[in-house]
C-alpha cells in the first residue's frame, strides 16, 4: 500500500537516493508543466537540473520506490491518492511502490506563473486540474527509463518491455537473453537523457484507474505520524493565540498592558489598515488563548454596526427584491406580459460559516539578515492556496527576505483556508518574535465570529407549467446576495458567476426565462463555501420544481425529465428512480429528489425521512445518491466525499445558521452551529455512473447542493404543501442539546 511523505516540521524527511541530482547520479526526477490555466496542455519533462517551468515532479528512487509530489492540497478528499494511481498507471508501478507528498511551494515548483490564483485547490478541481499534466509527467519518465535499458543492452527501445511487480517495477528484454533491470537501477542512467517529445498517454490498460486501491495518506494518520498545520512543532517554539474586534469591521483604537506571562502583544490586521486585532504570545497555547481574552482592548465600533444585523440584513434584501436595480445575468426570450405565474414563491437562505475540524493555524519562523545572508521567513501552514501563502508572506517581510512555505496537510478547508488572514496575522506575529517561531492559533469562538462567510440570499422564483406534456412555460427568478466578487472589488454592474451559479445555468429546458442578480450592500464579509451559489440556488430552483410539478399533478421525477435536454442528466435521474424505489418509502416517511449538474459533473438525491408528531424532528433515514462524474478514477473516494456531503448538507439544512445583532456574530462555538449526531447519520446509497468517455468531473462541491432541497421536498410532500419549508434552516436556533 502506498505511504504519505510530508514535510511539516524542521525535522527534514528522508528522501534517500531518489532525489540525487543527475551529477550525483542515484535518481530520476521527472517534472510537469502545469495546465492550470486549462484543463489540458503541454507537459514538460525535465530532468535534474530543474528548470524554472517546472511545477510539479515525479521522482524515482534507486530503492524502486515512486513519489509523486502532488501539486494541490490534501485536505481530506483524497487528491494525492487519485492522482498517485493516474501515475501508477501510467508508470506501470505496482502501488505498494507509490509515495505521495505535497510538491515544494517555490519559484521552481509553482509561483506567480502557475494562473491568476497561483497554485489552489478548491471548485472541485484537484484531480481535473492536475491530472493532464501528471500523467503527461508519467509517460515521460517512463519513456526514459526504457531508453535508458535500452541503451545498456544495445538494443532498441521496442525490444524492451514493462513488468509490474510488488518488489520493483522492471524493465525487461528478451533480446540477447533475458535481461531486467528495476526501475532503481535505471534511474540514474535515465536521469541523464535528454527528453523528447512528449510520450502518448494511455498506451495500457488501466490497472489502478478505476479502482477502489487503499488511500495514500491514511496510514499515517491513523498511525499519528501524518502532519498537520496544527501538529507543526519546533525546537524553541512559542503559541501565539488572536483576539479580533468583536463587531464586524471594527478596529483597534487602544490596548492595556501586555498580561502577565505573556510573551509579547502584537496588533495584527490588514496590510496598509487600521489593527482589527491583538495577538498575544505565551509559552503554550492555551496561555496565549487565556492571556488574549484578558487583555484590556478599546475597540472603534464602525458606523456600519446597525446595518448588520440579522434583521436589517433581511428587511434590506427584502427592499432590495421588491426594487433593486438588477444586473441580467440570464434572458432566454423572455417577454413582458406573460399570464400570471402559477408558482410564485420567494426562498430565504443564511450565512453560513466554514466550521473547519482543523482551527485555523499557522507557524512561523522570520530569521533576521546576518552579514551577506537576507532574512529567511519560513511558514508552515494548512492552505489551500500555497503560492497566494508565500506571496502573502513576502508582501510583509523585509524586502529581500528569502520566503519558505511548507504547505501540511488540512484538516478539511471547504474554501476558508484559501483565505489569507489567518496567514497574514501569524507573519505578523512572527516577524515581532525574531528568531523564534511561533504559531498562531485561532480559538474556535474567534474562527466563527471572524468568517469569511457564504453569503445569504433570497430567491424569488416565479413560474408555470403546461399540464399536458409538463413543459415549463415561463421562469423567473430574481436573486439578492451579497457578491464574493464585489467584495474583492470586482465590478457591481456585472454578472457574478458564482452568485448565480445554480440559477442561471440549470440543467433544464427554460424559455422564456429570465434570471436576475441584485447585489446586497451587506459589509459581512463573504467567502467560497463549499459548492458556493450552487448551495444556494439548488435549493430555490430545486424546491420550485416540486411546488411546479404540483401545480400540474405530475410526479416530480417525470416532470423534471420532462424539461430535460442533457442525456447524462436524464440517465442519472433515471438511475436514482431505481436506487431509491422512488414510490415507495417505509410507512410514515415521504421522499424528495432533487438534482444538479456543475463542477463538471451530474448529481440526483432522493431524501426519505419522517417527523416526529410531537416535537416536530425531522429525522432522515436514507438519502440515495446516483453520480456521473465522468471519468472514474477511486470509487470509494467519491463515496466518501458524497458522505461527508450529506452529513453536512443535512446539518446546513436543519440546524446551521450565522447570524448577526449589530454586527457581532451569535454562534461561536458549535454549541449554537449544530452538527448532525452519528446516531443521526442517514444510510447513504451511492451508484456512480462510469462515464469513462467524459473528462473527469469534480466531486466534493456536487454533493452539497441536492440535500437541503431534496429534504424540503420530501417534507412538504409528508406534511402536506402548507408546510413547505422555504427558508433554511428548518430549525433557526438549535442548539447542540436540542434534539
Known sequence: MGAMNNEASEVSVTRRDFLVRAAAGGGLMVGMQLPLARLTGEALAQSVPVQSSVTAWITVGSDDLITVQIPGSEMGQGIMTGLSQIVADELRVDWSRVRARHAPVDAVHGGANAS??????????????????????????????????????????????????????????????????????????????????????????????????????IPDKVTGAAQFGIDVTLPGMVFASVRHAPVVGGTVSAVGTKPAGALALVKVGPVGGPSNGVAVVAATTWDAISAARSV???????????????????????????????????NNNWVSGLPTPAVSATYALPYLAHATMEPLNC??????????????????????????TAATAAALCPAGSTVRVVNTLLGSGFGRKYEQDYIREAVQVGLAMPGVPVKLTWSREEDFANDQYRPMALSFIAATAEPAHGRITQWRNRIVTPSIAVQRGASATAVDSSAVDGAANTPYRLSPALIEQ?????????????????????????????????????DPIQFRLANLTDTRMMAVLNALKTLSAWGAPGKGRAQGVAIAAGFGSYMGQVAELSVNATTGAVSVYRVSTVVDCGMV????????QIEGAVAQGIATTL???????KGVAQATNFNRYRLIRGSEMPVVDVQIIAGQGNP????????????????????????????????????????????
Open 363 to 388: 507557524t512561523v519562523r522570520y530569521t533576521p539578515a546576518s552579514g551577506a545572508t537576507p532574512p529567511l521567513c519560513e511558514v508552515w501552514a494548512p492552505t489551500q492556496g500555497p503560492d497566494a
Open 633 to 640: 478514477i477511486n470509487p470509494d473516494l467519491i463515496r466518501a
Open 116 to 217: 491568476a490564483w497561483g497554485r489552489f485547490t478548491g471548485g472541485s478541481l484537484g484531480i481535473r486540474l492536475f491530472s493532464p499534466g501528471l500523467r503527461q509527467a508519467a509517460a515521460n519518465a517512463r519513456t526514459l527509463l526504457i531508453q535508458a535499458a535500452a541503451n545498456t543492452w544495445s538494443v532498441s527501445p521496442s525490444a524492451c518491455s514493462l513488468v509490474v511487480s510488488p518488489t520493483a517495477p522492471f524493465v525487461t528484454s528478451v533480446v540477447s537473453g533475458a535481461k531486467k533491470l528495476s526501475y532503481g537501477a535505471l534511474a540514474s542512467a535515465a536521469a541523464q537523457l535528454a527528453p523528447g517529445a512528449n510520450t502518448p498517454v494511455g498506451q495500457y490498460p488501466a490497472a489502478l484507474v478505476g479502482a477502489s486501491v487503499p488511500r495514500v495518506d
Open 518 to 554: 441584485v447585489l446586497h450592500d451587506a459589509t459581512i464579509p463573504v467567502g467560497y463555501w463549499r459548492s458556493v451559489g450552487m448551495s444556494i440556488n439548488t435549493f430555490a430552483v430545486e424546491s420550485a420544481m416540486d411546488e411546479l410539478a404540483l401545480s400540474i399533478g405530475w
Open 655 to 661: 440546524y446551521m445558521q450565522q447570524t448577526f445583532v
Open 696 to 739: 473527469i468531473g469534480g466531486i466534493g462541491e456536487v454533493g452539497i447542493p441536492c440535500v437541503a432541497p431534496a429534504i424540503a421536498n420530501a417534507y412538504a410532500r409528508l406534511l402536506g404543501a402548507s408546510a413547505r419549508k422555504r427558508s433554511l434552516p428548518f430549525f433557526p436556533g438549535s442548539t447542540l442539546s436540542d434534539g
Open 296 to 330: 484590556s482592548v478599546n475597540w472603534t465600533t464602525p458606523t456600519s454596526a446597525a446595518a448588520n444585523d440579522s434583521v436589517a440584513i433581511a428587511a434590506r434584501a427584502a427592499v432590495l427584491m421588491a426594487s433593486g436595480t438588477p444586473v441580467v445575468a440570464l
